[in-house]
C-alpha cells in the first residue's frame, strides 16, 4: 500500500531507485565472490560482512519500490559484474576491490545527493542509511586495499604553471603545423604572415575560452565537494570523526590523543568543515579566478603560436622559413623540458621527445600544404 501522505514518485524516480536497485544486487554477488576466493581469515570475515549488508540494501529497495506497487523482476547481476567476477576468480581481487571502492564511493555522493533532493520521507531514511553504510563500506575496503581519505572527493588540480606550459605548447604546435603547410602552398610572406597571424588569434581565444571553462568547472567541482563534506558532517559526524582520528594518527599521535582532538574538532561544526577541507580534501584558498585563468591560458597560447610567424615581419623567403623553423624547434625542445617538470621524465628525453613531436607536425603539415597546392590549387 502506498504512503496517503506522500506524493507518488515519477517515473523518473522510480528509474533512479531501480538503478540503485541494481548497484546493491551487482555489489552483493561481487562481495560474495570475492569472499569465496580470499584465503586470509579476517579479508574473508570484511567481505562476507560487506555481501550481507549489500543484501540488506537489495531487500530495503525491493521493499521500497513494492511499496509504490513497482513490479520487479528476479534480480540478477549485470554482464559487467559478472565480468569482474571471471576477472577475480582468473587472475586476482585486487583490480576488481578497487573497482568496488570507487563504486561506493559514487554511492556515497548520490545516496547524499538523493536524501538532498528527494521529497519522500521513506526515500530521504533510506537515502541517509545508506550513505553512512556505504561511507563504512569505504573504510573497510581502504583496510583491504591499503588506501586513505574518502575516495568520493576528487579535487585535483594541474595548476597555473601547466596551464602556461601547456598552453605555449599547444599553441607552438599548432601553429607551426598550419605556417608549414602554408609555406608549401604558396612562397607570399604575406599570404603566410597573415594565414599565421588569424591562427595565432584563433588558437589564443580558443585555449583561452577552455582555461576559463576548465578552472570555472574546477570552481564548481571544489563548491560541490566542500557542499557534500559539510553534508557529511551534518548527517555522519561519527564517521567523520573517526575520520579525523585516523588523519592525526598518521602524523604520529596516540590513538587517545587522535580521539580527543578529533572530538574537539567535530564539536564544532564550522571548524571541523575548515579542518577537512584542508585536511582531507586537500583544497586551499585560490588566489587566481577563471577569468584570469583565462586571459593567462590564452596569452601563453598566443606568445608559443607567434613564435613561427614573428619572423616573417621581419624577413622575407627563405631566411624568414629558416629563421621561423630553427626558433620553432628550438622552442619544441624548451617546452618538452618544461613538461619533465609535470611528468617527471629526465629533461632532455623530455625534450627530445616534444622536438621529434614539432618536427614530424611540421612535416605534415607540409605535406598537406604541398599536395593542396598541387591537386587542388595548382592549374
Given at each position: 500500500m502506498q504512503h496517503p501522505k506522500q506524493p507518488t514518485p515519477d517515473l523518473k524516480t522510480l528509474k533512479i531507485w531501480k538503478h540503485h536497485l541494481q548497484d546493491e544486487?551487482?555489489?552483493?554477488?561481487?562481495?560474495?565472490?570475492?569472499?569465496?576466493?580470499?584465503?586470509e581469515p579476517r579479508?574473508?570475515?570484511?567481505l562476507s560482512e560487506l555481501a550481507e549488508v549489500e543484501n540488506r540494501h537489495v531487500l530495503r529497495w525491493q521493499e521500497m519500490l513494492t511499496t509504490?506497487?513497482?513490479?520487479?523482476?528476479?534480480?540478477?547481476?549485470?554482464?559487467?559484474?559478472?565480468?569482474?567476477?571471471?576477472?577475480?576468480?582468473?587472475?586476482?581481487?585486487?583490480?576488481?576491490?578497487?573497482?568496488?571502492?570507487?563504486?561506493?564511493?559514487?554511492?556515497?555522493?548520490?545516496?547524499?545527493t538523493l536524501y538532498k533532493n528527494s521529497t519522500l520521507a521513506d526515500a530521504k531514511e533510506t537515502a541517509l542509511i545508506l550513505a553512512k553504510e556505504s561511507a563504512m563500506h569505504t573504510e573497510s575496503l581502504q583496510e583491504l586495499t591499503g588506501t586513505s581519505d574518502?575516495?568520493?572527493?576528487k579535487t585535483e588540480s594541474g595548476g597555473m604553471l601547466g596551464n602556461v606550459v601547456y598552453g605555449f605548447n599547444d599553441g607552438l604546435t599548432a601553429n607551426f603545423g598550419l605556417v608549414a603547410g602554408v609555406i608549401a602552398a604558396t612562397p607570399e610572406s604575406s599570404i603566410i604572415l597573415v594565414t599565421g597571424i588569424v591562427g595565432t588569434v584563433a588558437d589564443a581565444l580558443s585555449m583561452g575560452a577552455s582555461g576559463y571553462l576548465a578552472a570555472k568547472s574546477e570552481q564548481e567541482v571544489y563548491e560541490h565537494e566542500i557542499e557534500v563534506e559539510r553534508e557529511e558532517i551534518r548527517l555522519m559526524p561519527d564517521i567523520e570523526e573517526d575520520e579525523l582520528a585516523l588523519i592525526y594518527q598518521t602524523r604520529g599521535m596516540?590513538?587517545?590523543?587522535?580521539?580527543?582532538?578529533?572530538?574537539?574538532?567535530?564539536?564544532?561544526?564550522?571548524l571541523a568543515l575548515e579542518e577537512k577541507i584542508r585536511e582531507e580534501l586537500?583544497?586551499?584558498?585560490?588566489?587566481?579566478?577563471?577569468?584570469?585563468?583565462?586571459?593567462?591560458?590564452?596569452l601563453s597560447t598566443a606568445i608559443g603560436a607567434f613564435i613561427p610567424v614573428g619572423p616573417f615581419l621581419f624577413a622575407e623567403g627563405a631566411i624568414a622559413i629558416w629563421v621561423a623553423f630553427s626558433l620553432a624547434?628550438?622552442?619544441?625542445?624548451?617546452?618538452?623540458?618544461a613538461r619533465s617538470l609535470f611528468t617527471g621524465r629526465?629533461?632532455?628525453?623530455?625534450?627530445?621527445?616534444?622536438?621529434?613531436?614539432?618536427?614530424?607536425?611540421?612535416?605534415?603539415?607540409?605535406?598537406?600544404?604541398?599536395?593542396?597546392?598541387?591537386?587542388?590549387?595548382?592549374?
Open positions: 544486487v551487482d555489489a552483493s554477488f561481487l562481495y560474495g565472490v570475492f569472499a569465496s576466493l580470499e584465503s579479508r574473508k570475515e570484511i509504490y506497487n513497482v513490479t520487479l523482476k528476479k534480480q540478477q547481476p549485470t554482464a559487467r559484474a559478472r565480468l569482474i567476477a571471471w576477472y577475480a576468480r582468473r587472475f586476482d581481487t585486487a583490480f576488481p576491490l578497487s573497482q568496488m571502492l570507487n563504486a561506493e564511493a559514487n554511492e556515497v555522493k548520490d545516496y547524499l574518502e575516495p568520493w572527493h596516540t590513538k587517545e590523543q587522535a580521539r580527543t582532538l578529533a572530538q574537539e574538532i567535530m564539536s564544532n561544526p564550522e586537500k583544497i586551499v584558498t585560490s588566489h587566481t579566478t577563471p577569468l584570469k585563468e583565462g586571459w593567462i591560458t590564452g624547434m628550438l622552442s619544441h625542445f624548451a617546452v618538452g623540458a629526465g629533461l632532455i628525453r623530455s625534450g627530445l621527445d616534444m622536438f621529434v613531436v614539432g618536427l614530424g607536425v611540421a612535416g605534415v603539415g607540409y605535406l598537406v600544404g604541398g599536395l593542396l597546392e598541387r591537386f587542388v590549387f595548382g592549374k
